[in-house]
């Protein structure tokens, strides 16, 4: 641990003319104290690292020992941090922060990136997010998780799986790994996990199956089928979106037509009804008809008795 701390010091130092101690401290998390016992091994140690007291004062490198720093263009530290902010808003590890801070410190480069991501504050969003950073350090240590999973019927089977890779898809969060019950590799929705543990018990990391773990935009074992509808010009950004702007075509009343490919299931029938008195289904008789009859199951449930 010294050692890297070590190596991030003299990294710090050759970017910068000076820097405090107390700021080599909080981007470093020890205290000053360490911070100047660091130095004191370093100039031991035959590297030209110096103090100055006063207020302008600090810990620096002799400037014989500046060496070229151009292996990183202005341009290259901002698309990393550009990179390294947008997943640190979606999961902040203590890897990925201090990696942030030190590229902050070495390259002169404030907090602003040109691309900002802003994750949903959902109270289960955190908790969510909460577990992704738990999976994350099982990961790096290789240690078994278990936890018990919900299909999609709700019915709870244990799982003790080897965790490889942590998987963010359409705002959902996924696990990928090894299920020793079913003695293959599985990706599992982080959202239908309860009784999460990090067991002590490790593994010996396999080989991955990277095209079996691979996400699809397809639908699986589902109907596809073509529908065309009608809807108001306040949600032709939700279309926009997931079906890109060549699906719509633009009338005269305040309304679009949309052509859309998507499953015949309940996954879709939830998309449309989501969009609620916006939208009309114009042509796909058989969506249209198990369209309907979803809406009675849902109408069913608010009838009094």
């Known amino acids: 641990m010294r050692i890297s701390r070590l190596i991030n010091i003299m990294l710090i130092l050759l970017r910068k003319e000076l820097i405090s101690a107390r700021e080599l401290a909080t981007l470093l998390e020890v205290t000053e104290r360490t911070i100047y016992r660091d130095v004191e091994a370093l100039s031991m140690a035959g590297l030209p690292v110096y103090t100055t007291r006063g207020r302008n004062g600090g810990i620096g490198l002799l400037p014989n020992y500046k060496i070229a720093q151009n292996f990183l263009t ?80 709700g019915k709870l089977s244990q799982r003790q799986v080897e965790p490889y890779r942590l998987a963010y898809k359409g705002d959902r969060w996924y696990l990928q790994g090894y299920s020793v019950e079913r003695q293959d590799f599985r990706t599992f929705r982080l959202a239908r996990m309860e009784s999460v543990q990090v067991l002590t018990a490790e593994f010996v990391p396999r080989s991955l199956p990277m095209a079996q773990l691979a996400f699809s935009n397809k639908f699986p074992h589902a109907e596809l089928t073509t529908i065309t509808v009608r809807a108001a010009n306040s949600v032709r950004d939700v279309f926009a979106e997931r079906y890109g702007s060549t699906a719509i075509k633009q009338l005269t009343d305040g309304h679009f037509a949309a052509t859309l490919t998507l499953p015949n299931n309940e996954s879709a029938y939830r998309f449309i009804l989501s969009l609620g008195n916006k939208v009309k289904i114009m042509s796909g008789a058989a969506f249209r008809s198990g369209f309907k009859t979803y809406l009675a199951q849902v109408n069913q449930l608010y009838r009094d008795n």
């Open 74 to 153: 202005a341009s290259d530290v901002r698309n990393l941090l550009t990179a390294l902010s947008s997943v640190q808003t979606l999961i902040e590890t203590p890897e990925i922060k201090a990696t942030v801070q030190k590229l902050q410190a070495m390259y002169g480069t404030d907090e602003f990136t040109e691309l900002l991501i802003q994750d949903v504050n959902w109270q289960g969003a955190a908790e969510i997010k909460a577990l992704a950073q738990q999976f994350s350090q099982a990961i790096k240590q290789h240690q078994l998780v278990e936890f018990m999973y919900s299909d999609r019927n």
